[in-house]
């Protein structure tokens, strides 16, 4: 796991931004805490940050070059078939035993070609000097990030926004995506919120030669039909997602795993204790939040499966401490509040181990999260529905809030009925969405067919539960889960691996008919019934808490001052004209009031953007 940046001069006459790279290389120091490095030649340099997983020695240092030097190679990511790889390859004389100097002569043996064998995670840059091209590529899944800007002179790139920041980059905001921001929590697909910075899309490649810059998808999601009958494809989930789980445990320094006691990650934890002894195993648990205080379950599989288990057990104070860090680190607007947690569990596992399993992609493949069951529900016509769609003025006149019990049930029933009246396709983002609308906020609107643009290749006009799963993995998984994971992992200067999002896996995940995943009222069907006979009884058998940061409580007090001089500050405001003011101070009464409602989520939105532009753009 490592961090990556450079250059790329589209004008020759122009002098290389020496200096900006190796301060953009300096940014990303706890990408890799263990080495950096540079390459430069005319026009193009390459930056490296390394942190050590496989052959700790200086031999897998980067930028590596091949002994005739044409070729340079920065890689951050691990591939687990490189041995596999490695056999295939003409008689090379390797001088390392590192998965990267495998990847540099698949590159150059193969060109692109390769990367499509390749089963792992990666964000790459790869220089001919020679033909002076220089080729970009980003895992099928967006495990990994890649942000890169483009005008008529020059083309950046780097594992973190932070290093863009490095080079002579414009910093105006993009209108489009801080809509979408506002709209999703997160950037989704390829928005960045500076104007002129791209994402790389998962399973995609820039090719940048002769001053022309070409995108091309290198894998794409193939539709293949399962025709296992259940009883098979449990064994199969099994069988495939253990053999992923034991590629994982390649590493030449300490090793363990998230634990959170869930069907997803206890289950990565039992097949890994099949191919490791003594596994080193974490979960947090929430002292001044007993409700949702899970590490029973958790210390009970640990137990099952004879781990060295240790538990981090945080106050509201420990999640309050650590946020000026989390936001400090964030270099583009991330409001997924979870990760604050995620932040503290990578800190502080990363003081005993370098590597560690998540179980994170598992909802996602499956359809394990609640909208998931929603939207199937939706599908099949019932009295229900008819019921909750034109009930739904009533329904939301009820007392609603995510305290209580009744209450809850009364905001989910509103929210369900809502979402009836929109069309199968607008379901999706209706679900997804933390406001609907944000327009109302904005003081420059978002073109209507822009908004329609993006939609539309996300999701069909006539979707089924397996169209909509999809739309999660093209947008959800990369912009809002996977980039949390990596953000607060490196921030900390661990590497998280997730076997769920292992090739083999999700082929065979897509592959299967929907009422795998979902049946009734029963989420994630076929990974809960395919480990059952495997895991604790205990875990199946208590009801699904998700714990949430305490926002409302912190803004409401502790948090209150700062929002009051960040947010709701009508002086800065007016000057900084992204909002529309009056709109922005309603939300502050809200807050205050006696039914504050969902409030805190914009809020905390705005508070997150505000943070960071005050940083990096103000």
């Not at 006459?13 to 390459?39: C, H, M, Y």
């Not at 091949?66 to 691990?78: K, S």
Request: with cysteine; charged share 25%; glycine share 6%.
């Amino acid at each position: 796991m490592c961090g990556i940046t450079g250059f790329y001069l589209l004008d020759s006459s122009i002098e290389p931004p020496k200096e900006a790279l190796q301060e953009a290389v300096n940014t990303l120091g706890k990408r890799g805490p263990d080495n950096r490095a540079t390459f430069l030649d005319t026009s193009v340099g390459l930056g490296h940050t390394r942190l050590s997983i496989i052959d700790t020695s200086e031999l897998g240092n980067q930028p590596m070059s091949d002994p005739t030097g044409r070729y340079t190679l920065v890689f951050n990511g691990e591939l687990y078939n490189h041995q596999e790889l490695k056999l295939d390859l003409p008689k090379v004389n390797f001088q390392s035993t590192c998965d990267t100097e495998v990847l540099l002569h698949l590159l150059i043996n193969e060109g692109a070609g390769c990367l499509e064998k390749l089963n792992g995670f990666f964000a790459l840059a790869f220089y001919d000097k020679k033909e002076d091209s220089l080729l970009l590529a980003r895992d099928r899944m967006g495990i990994k990030p890649l942000h890169y800007y483009q005008d008529d002179e020059k083309f950046f790139f780097g594992s973190e926004m932070k290093a863009l920041q490095s080079f002579s980059i414009n910093r105006k905001i993009n209108q489009e995506a801080l809509y979408w921001y506002l709209k999703l929590n997160y950037l989704p697909g390829h928005l960045s919120m500076i104007e002129g910075v791209r994402k790389l899309e998962p399973g995609a490649l820039l090719r940048i030669q002769n001053g022309q810059v070409e995108k091309k998808i290198f894998s794409k999601p193939e539709d293949k039909q399962s025709s296992l009958g259940y009883s098979s494809a449990k064994n199969q989930l099994v069988e495939l997602l253990e053999a992923s789980v034991k590629r994982r445990l390649m590493a030449d320094v300490p090793l363990g795993s998230f634990l959170s006691g869930g069907t997803d990650s206890s289950a990565i934890v039992a097949l890994a204790s099949r191919h490791t002894s003594k596994l080193s195993t974490f979960s947090i648990g929430y002292k001044d939040q007993p409700f949702f205080d899970e590490t029973y379950y958790a210390e009970t599989v640990a137990k099952k499966f004879d781990t060295k288990h240790t538990t981090f057990s945080l106050t509201n104070d420990d999640l309050l401490n650590d946020l000026d860090a989390i936001l400090d680190y964030i270099d583009e607007p991330f409001a997924d509040s979870s990760a604050i947690p995620t932040y503290i569990l990578s800190k502080h596992v990363s003081t005993q181990v370098t590597v560690a399993l998540s179980g994170d992609g598992a909802d996602e493949l499956f359809g394990g999260y609640y909208k998931h069951l929603a939207l199937s529900k939706s599908l099949q016509p019932s009295p229900a529905n008819w019921l909750l769609k034109n009930l739904n003025p009533l329904i939301a006149s009820l007392p609603q809030s995510r305290s209580g019990k009744w209450s809850n049930l009364f905001r989910r029933l509103d929210r369900y009925g809502k979402m009836m009246k929109q069309t199968p396709a607008e379901r999706y983002w209706f679900l997804a969405s933390l406001t609907n609308d944000p327009s109302s906020l904005l003081k420059s609107g978002v073109d209507a067919s822009l908004v329609a643009d993006f939609k539309r290749p996300v999701i069909t006009d006539d979707p089924d539960l397996n169209d909509y799963l999809q739309a999660d993995l093209q947008i959800l998984l990369p912009g809002d889960m996977l980039t949390k994971v990596d953000l607060m992992s490196m921030a900390n200067s661990l590497e998280v691996r997730v076997p769920f999002l292992d090739k083999e896996v999700v082929e065979f995940a897509r592959s299967l008919p929907a009422k795998y995943k979902i049946r009734g009222s029963e989420r994630k069907r076929i990974v809960q019934d395919a480990f059952r006979q495997i895991l604790p009884e205990e875990i199946y058998h208590r009801p699904k808490k998700g714990f949430e940061v305490p926002l409302l409580q912190w803004m409401q007090n502790e948090l209150l001052s700062d929002l009051d001089s960040t947010l709701f500050n009508r002086e800065f405001l007016n000057e900084q004209n992204l909002f529309v003011v009056d709109e922005v101070m309603a939300l502050r009464k809200k807050l205050l009031s006696h039914n504050p409602g969902d409030v805190h989520g914009i809020i905390w939105a705005l508070y997150v953007f505000q943070r960071w532009y005050r940083k990096w753009i103000g």
